[in-house]
């Protein structure tokens, strides 16, 4: 059928999901006997966080994905919001197997559902707790809806459903006549420590996927030889009592999609679920990209393989050699009945007939590399790690690097970065809720929310339905916004609106001898703003209307207002948080010039580019050339030591300004005389730019002593979060809990 498919059919078209289980480890290297960590929402709801077998045994679930890229990278994010949502003395252990640990140090998950905790106390029961602490991960697999088609209609199967069955069996008889090939590649448990096993077995490929690990009792036998006999016998064990519930048979390949196995009768397979994958601990996500798609590639050419003519006696042979090999030393080389040599053929014989790219051939090379030299197996390389018979420095050397990696830039979402940071935020915070998340247009930073039937849309990370439409159009038009606050009657700068540069030049004489600032009427991040603190030549001005008109067809020039300037963040009618912002500048030492100090400064971890990191890069461009023209510098200018240059005007952080946290400390009355013009213009959520010469003057609408010279629709909530100075204000949370108030 594969053959008759046209090579440009869509055969890498699948969905994929992945579940990965690791141990919550605490400062003494030892599981950790704390609770699931509260601030991840609840167990009950939590859509990617869960608690798996034991209480410190966390379950990372990614949604359904169309690539393994996008897979992975899901699981990175959630990764990084588990780690940095546990106590920070704790770290996810590395391995699949556990460091030394006790039955009596494994307490079962406190789950709310009483079925769910008596079914681990069973299986505690059954097969004893320390088995549970073995960690791994699952890979869900669905062929494409388009690929599954268009193999169907050359099938010469009338009914879908039957032809689906016929295809996923055929998928789970190959995989567990095969598995033995990833078990050599990819088996991870290599070593039980002190006390784990009853019998001593040494350094293996894999304990989890041998008859140590996860396998029911001898007496459980559910066949593969058809959809109609495995139903029965997986039927048949439930009601003997040889398994508690279906869930319990621990097949490396389950048949997934339906409530109970008898609906795949009549509703047919969904997808797959392969589940002898060790934890990779050589890999942050504990899964390489080239194992995913290996494998992927792996399941494709299952499809290719011949049927068995006695599928119940070879699977038990395969099961026989699987075992053989998960339990042999990682460096000694495959017994001579392992034949790869089908599986491969037929991986190149997809990649060939497909015209799949280099990408996947170098995959296959990787396999047959690796097939020659047990060593470049991943156990093969673990093994060179055991030291005095144990893994656990290892261990706690891998854990611990990875922990420290999701604790560098702590305000960045870990394969998310290229996002603006805002998003990023309201990004973790509702994963770390519990939220479902969609990324609709990433480019736009454009979020679908959602809790049970209860959906938001969330753009920039603060635009949501709780914002009438056309309030962010008015406070992008400065002129608007000045009109309706003057209207309101709340203090605005004096000034005039240019639609072309010969007024604009024409109205110098007006203020020649003034302080003002030249800015476009609908501008954000403070671009194309220039402000002249001393009266500006007429050939400064020029260049400032010049730099303002690149922005927008219109623009201002106002009169400029002396003080500080602040920025107020106002949720609902609530200012949660005051910044002030210092332009950009440089302090002199002496011997660097001016452009050496600005390359000094840009190198500090918090500044980036686009607003992916909490401070941004400074330039030198017109603005600050012109900046630092006022003040008799050129790029060339040493500085004497400890002297201030300003490189921007604007206090803006997005040019380059540095974030002072001062909440605390500014007065109630101008968070209140905030919050009250962000409510004159509808906002919901807005920032409020105040410029106020004495902040320790009270202020009031009637006495405001202070001038408002901008509203915010984007006001960047990481500003307030990361500061350069000052405990920082967390923004994103609250926006989540008074749009999803049930939680």
Request: proline share 5%; glycine share 6%; net charge negative.
């Amino acid at each position: 059928m594969l053959q008759k498919l046209s090579p440009n059919s869509p055969i890498l078209q699948a969905t994929f999901g992945l579940e990965r289980e690791s141990l919550r480890i605490n400062a003494d290297n030892r599981v950790a006997q704390t609770s699931h960590p509260e601030n991840l929402g609840s167990r009950n709801f939590h859509p990617y966080i869960q608690t798996d077998y034991s209480e410190p045994q966390l379950e990372l679930i990614t949604p359904v994905a169309h690539s393994t890229k996008e897979a992975r990278r899901f699981l990175g994010a959630i990764t990084d919001v588990a780690v940095r949502s546990m106590d920070k003395s704790e770290y996810l252990w590395p391995l699949s197997m556990p460091p030394v640990i006790s039955e009596d140090e494994i307490q079962i998950a406190q789950l709310e559902s009483d079925y769910e905790y008596q079914y681990r106390v069973g299986l505690a029961d059954r097969y004893g707790k320390l088995l549970q602490s073995m960690s791994g991960i699952h890979y869900n697999f669905e062929l494409g809806k388009d690929l599954t088609q268009q193999l169907f209609a050359v099938s010469g199967y009338d009914d879908l459903t039957s032809f689906k069955n016929t295809l996923y069996l055929k998928l789970a008889q190959n995989f567990l006549r095969y598995r033995w090939l990833l078990t050599y590649l990819y088996g991870a448990s290599s070593l039980a420590e002190e006390g784990f096993l009853a019998d001593e077995i040494g350094c293996v490929r894999s304990i989890r996927n041998s008859n140590y690990g996860y396998v029911n009792a001898p007496d459980v036998h559910i066949s593969f030889s058809s959809l109609e006999q495995y139903v029965t016998d997986i039927e048949q064990a439930v009601a003997s009592g040889q398994l508690s519930a279906e869930k319990e048979f621990y097949s490396a390949v389950r048949l997934r999609g339906a409530k109970t196995s008898r609906e795949f009768l009549t509703k047919g397979i969904t997808y797959l679920e392969f589940r002898n994958f060790d934890l990779n601990p050589f890999e942050p996500l504990a899964i390489s990209q080239e194992t995913l798609d290996t494998t992927h590639l792996f399941a494709l050419a299952l499809l290719c393989l011949d049927d068995m003519d006695q599928v119940d006696e070879e699977l038990a042979q395969a099961a026989d050699l699987n075992n053989r090999i998960a339990l042999s030393h990682p460096h000694t080389p495959l017994p001579a009945e392992a034949d790869a040599s089908p599986i491969l053929t037929a991986m190149k014989a997809i990649v060939q007939h497909f015209g799949l790219d280099d990408y996947y051939s170098q995959l296959i090379t990787q396999v047959e590399t690796a097939l020659q030299d047990p060593r470049l197996t991943l156990s093969g390389k673990i093994a060179e790690q055991v030291e005095d018979g144990s893994l656990e420095r290892f261990g706690q050397q891998q854990g611990r690097l990875f922990h420290d990696y999701a604790w560098t830039a702590p305000y960045a979402l870990k394969g998310y970065e290229n996002m603006e940071l805002s998003t990023q935020m309201i990004l973790f915070d509702a994963i770390q809720m519990g939220l479902h998340v969609d990324i609709l247009d990433e480019e736009d930073q454009f979020l679908k929310l959602w809790h049970g039937d209860h959906v938001e849309y969330i753009k920039n990370g603060n635009m949501t339905s709780k914002d009438n439409y056309v309030i962010p159009l008015a406070m992008a038009n400065k002129v608007v916004t000045k009109k309706i606050l003057d209207q309101a009657g709340f203090p605005v700068p004096a000034g005039a609106e240019f639609a072309n540069k010969t007024d604009a030049l024409r109205y110098y004489g007006q203020v020649a001898s003034s302080a003002i600032v030249v800015k476009p009427k609908s501008t954000n991040f403070g671009l194309g703003i220039s402000i002249f603190q001393e009266p500006a030549s007429l050939a400064d001005y020029e260049k400032a209307l010049d730099i303002a008109f690149s922005e927008d067809s219109h623009v201002l020039v106002e009169e400029f207002v002396a003080g500080t300037e602040y920025r107020f963040f106002v949720l609902d009618g609530k200012c949660e948080a005051v910044l002030l912002r210092v332009a950009a500048n440089v302090v002199g030492d002496g011997s660097s010039t001016i452009r050496e100090l600005v390359d000094k400064k840009n190198q500090d971890p918090l500044r980036g580019r686009d607003h992916r990191s909490p401070l941004e890069i400074i330039n030198l461009g017109d603005i600050e050339l012109l900046m630092l023209e006022q003040q008799g510098y050129t790029p060339d200018t040493v500085l004497p030591e400890g002297v201030q240059a300003f490189l921007r005007g604007n206090s803006n952080i997005s040019t380059g300004g540095d974030s002072i946290d001062m909440t605390d400390q500014m007065d109630e009355s101008y968070k209140q005389l905030a919050a009250d013009m962000a409510t004159a213009m509808g906002a919901w959520a807005c920032g409020v730019d105040l410029i106020i010469p004495d902040r320790t003057k009270p202020a009031s609408k009637e006495d405001p002593n202070c001038t408002c010279i901008e509203l915010n629709f984007n006001p960047a909530m990481y500003l307030h979060t990361y500061t350069y100075a000052g405990p920082g204000q967390s923004i994103t949370p609250k926006i989540l809990r008074k749009l999803f108030p049930e939680l």
